[in-house]
């Protein structure tokens, strides 16, 4: 590697200068096309129907309060943690970067009472149609294109609701995303 210095600027002559000093003196250097920007919120998609479930199910006579979104690798790491190295129940099977939330395509949910309380009932008929008011916000999920933690064969995970648009977590940890306007 070579370092020249012309008027206080360095220039690196070397096939690694992308990877240790990206666009130097005007150079735009392109992300590899492999590469995917960081995941920090839930994707466009899955936050518009997150907010159309809110609607829907408030118009069932249904509050949820929506209690995760995107989650970071840490945050899953430490929600796996619950319940074998730290107190509390396990709530999850997968560490970070295993989990759809890492890649803002999962929302959890819970019901809210009258009362204000949180609860996470199956069971519980609060709009008194007959039916469990969990099972109306699910079935208004799945319509929406949401997958139902619920479904699953082994881990079953009652409060999840996601949107893999076709994406396993292998190609989301590969750094392939579903575009902003897909549909799921």
């Given at each position: 590697?070579?370092?020249?210095?012309?008027?206080?600027?360095?220039?690196?002559?070397?096939?690694?200068?992308?990877?240790?000093?990206?666009?130097?003196?005007?150079?735009?250097?392109?992300?590899?096309?492999?590469?995917?920007m960081p995941v920090?919120?839930?994707?466009?998609?899955?936050?518009?129907?997150?907010?159309?479930?809110?609607?829907?199910?408030?118009?069932?006579?249904?509050?949820?309060?929506?209690?995760?979104?995107?989650?970071?690798?840490?945050?899953?790491?430490?929600?796996?943690?619950?319940?074998?190295?730290?107190?509390?129940?396990?709530?999850?099977?997968?560490?970070?970067?295993?989990?759809?939330?890492?890649?803002?395509?999962?929302?959890?949910?819970?019901?809210?009472?009258?009362?204000?309380d949180v609860i996470?009932?199956?069971?519980?008929?609060?709009?008194?149609?007959?039916?469990?008011?969990?099972?109306?916000?699910?079935?208004?999920?799945?319509?929406?294109?949401?997958?139902?933690?619920?479904?699953?064969?082994?881990?079953?995970?009652?409060?999840?609701?996601?949107?893999?648009?076709?994406?396993?977590?292998?190609?989301?940890?590969?750094?392939?995303?579903?575009?902003?306007?897909?549909?799921?």
């Open positions: 590697m070579m370092l020249a210095s012309i008027a206080g600027l360095i220039i690196i002559h070397s096939p690694a200068k992308e990877r240790i000093w990206p666009g130097i003196a005007g150079e735009e250097t392109p992300a590899p096309k492999s590469a995917a920090e919120s839930l994707h466009p998609v899955v936050s518009a129907k997150m907010m159309e479930l809110i609607r829907r199910t408030s118009k069932a006579g249904i509050t949820i309060l929506i209690t995760d979104g995107f989650r970071s690798s840490l945050e899953q790491d430490a929600l796996y943690k619950q319940g074998r190295t730290a107190k509390g129940q396990i709530v999850t099977n997968v560490k970070g970067g295993e989990s759809y939330h890492n890649y803002g395509l999962a929302i959890d949910f819970a019901l809210r009472v009258p009362n204000g996470w009932d199956l069971d519980y008929d609060g709009n008194r149609n007959g039916e469990s008011d969990w099972m109306e916000v699910v079935a208004i999920a799945k319509s929406l294109g949401f997958a139902w933690g619920g479904d699953w064969t082994s881990f079953k995970d009652y409060p999840h609701l996601q949107m893999d648009f076709g994406y396993s977590i292998s190609e989301l940890k590969r750094g392939k995303r579903p575009p902003d306007d897909s549909q799921p």
